[in-house]
T-cell receptor
Framework: SQTIHQWPATLVQPVGSPLSLECTVE??????LYWYRQAAGRGLQLLFY??????ISSEVPQNLSASRPQDRQFILSSKKLLLSDSGFYLC????????????FGSGTQLSVL | GNSVTQMEGPVTLSEEAFLTINCTYT??????LFWYVQYPGEGLQLLLK?????DKGSNKGFEATYRKETTSFHLEKGSVQVSDSAVYFC????????????FGAGTQVVVTP
């Protein structure tokens, strides 16, 4: 069966520090991978989307970047965090046609202080 | 662009009451439509989906009908339980941006005994 791992679960970082959140998927090949952010009191915002290794689509101009060094690995990064980067970050994957459902990781609660 | 608008919460109901959560969308073509649910302390999971006009998605007593003419996908349940307390997200997967799911802001539902 397929599983998705996302870590860490919580993270507290000072403003200006770097960020690296990692997500890996098991049990499937060539998944579509996503990073979403859920800010307090707001819905899910699609940040990045990837259909394959090295292929990243950025949905929102921001302080973050994403990379996909391996087929089932998706990394969210920042060189210098801002206060506005605080939020709940979710990794997700899907396969097949665009109507297939998303499978979400357990999320990372990031607090930038 | 593509977007999803859903009613604001929180929605507070008594057990066995009827629940409706309105959702409307803007998209080109014929997107697939979804309802995701986030129970307290858990990750998002798919509740139901509909892939074409007039389709009805159903699961766990919840139903939603894909209405192309009103661009709506309202979620309904005839008799809610305390265990239905959660945040509900309406989402779409557009046909012109395959796999790029767009989510609404979420509606918190609180069911009291």
């Amino acid at each position: 069966s397929q599983t998705i791992h996302q870590w860490p679960a919580t993270l507290v970082q000072p403003v200006g520090s770097p960020l690296s959140l990692e997500c890996t998927v098991e049990g499937t090949s060539n998944p579509n991978l996503y990073w979403y952010r859920q800010a307090a009191g707001r819905g899910l915002q699609l940040l990045f989307y990837s259909v394959g290794i090295g292929q990243i689509s950025s949905e929102v101009p921001q302080n973050l970047s994403a990379s996909r060094p391996q087929d089932r690995q998706f990394i969210l990064s920042s060189k210098k965090l801002l206060l506005s980067d605080s939020g709940f970050y979710l990794c997700a994957w899907s396969v097949g046609e665009g109507w297939e459902k998303l499978f979400f990781g357990s999320g990372t609660q990031l607090s930038v202080l | 662009g593509n977007s999803v608008t859903q009613m604001e919460g929180p929605v507070t109901l008594s057990e066995e009451a009827f629940l409706t959560i309105n959702c409307t969308y803007t998209a080109t073509g014929y997107p697939s439509l979804f309802w995701y649910v986030q129970y307290p302390g858990e990750g998002l999971q798919l509740l139901l989906k509909a892939t074409k006009a007039d389709d009805k998605g159903s699961n766990k007593g919840f139903e939603a009908t894909y209405r192309k003419e009103t661009t709506s996908f309202h979620l309904e349940k005839g008799s809610v339980q305390v265990s239905d307390s959660a945040v509900y997200f309406c989402a779409l997967s557009p046909t012109d941006s395959w796999g790029k799911f767009q989510f609404g802001a979420g509606t918190q539902v609180v069911v009291t005994p």
